[in-house]
């Protein structure tokens, strides 16, 4: 439901940071972010607020009026819009907007004409924490431009005290794409990228069901296909601080101690053939632990 067409391949000018909006913590955490990043960048910023027509007719029949949902999306744009201006961001560089549907399609619609979108996760704990990321993934996954995920309780300040961000690769040799989208970010950034791959335990026995256990071989054969990526890295982009990394473990576990040394996390979503969605546990945990903002790049 984009408001604006574009020609195919045509973003507007000057690019635009998408921002969902719906008045929490961690959609206010995503707008800081997009505003660090447009100050560095010269992007505006574009903040919607996405009234979900699924919530307008309650199980007991009772028929929500959408205007006063849209009045809320209203003054949740008018804090994020008084938090920019605050900061000092020029208001010609923000537009705002209140559209109805589901967030994650509306979002994913008009990403097709912006560079980024930026939106929050919300914090939570126990059992909660598996159901995290389902959104998050479903919209990295069909999001035309890369999602950074970022929540108030983890990141509750600015980023970039770290100057590193990192990429993680699971085929050193198939990972093109988000390698390339953290190389400019680390350039932009002018900071060091770290480009880690986790080799996990392979499990051993009959019918695998022993305990796992780290092979010297796969570990070498990981850390050969990492070092001739980092051989073509360091060629193309001489100007960027580059260095490899193999951990050994368990993913979830290695990467998300890996969050907490780095500005930004960036990972690849393979979307679904048919249904366009990704819901990887791997990625599901890394995005409910992450101690930093989490990039998800197609």
Known sequence: MSTEEFAEGQKPSPPRILVGV???????????????????????????????????TSGWGVVYD??????????????????????????ERVRSEVLMGHPTAVLADLSESAVLCV?????????????????????????????????????????????????????????KHQVEWALQEARERKCALVVAH??????????????AVQTPETTAKARAALGTMLDEVRKD???????????EGVPIEKLVDETGTIDLLVLGVHPHPVTGMSFGGPLRGILAHSLCPVCLVR
Do not use: Q
């Open 22 to 56: 719906d008045g929490s913590d961690d959609a206010m955490r995503a707008v800081m972010y997009a505003l660090g990043t447009a100050e560095r960048t010269g992007y505006d910023i574009w903040l919607v607020h996405a009234v979900d027509d699924g919530v307008l």
């Open 66 to 91: 959408p205007t006063i949902l849209s009045s809320v999306g209203e003054e949740a744009l008018a804090v994020a819009k008084l938090f920019l201006s605050d900061n000092g961001f020029p208001a």
């Open 237 to 247: 982009y001489p100007d960027v601080e580059v260095e490899g990394e193999i951990l």
């Open 198 to 211: 986790v080799v996990a335990p392979v499990p051993t026995g009959i019918f695998a069901a022993f305990k």
């Open 119 to 175: 939106v929050g996760r919300r914090a939570a704990g126990g059992l909660d924490r598996m159901f995290i990321g389902s959104t998050s993934l479903s919209l990295g996954g069909s999001a035309h431009c890369p999602v950074v995920v970022i929540s108030a309780a983890s990141t509750p300040g600015r980023t970039g005290a770290h100057k590193r961000i990192a990429v993680a690769v699971t085929a050193p040799d198939k990972a």
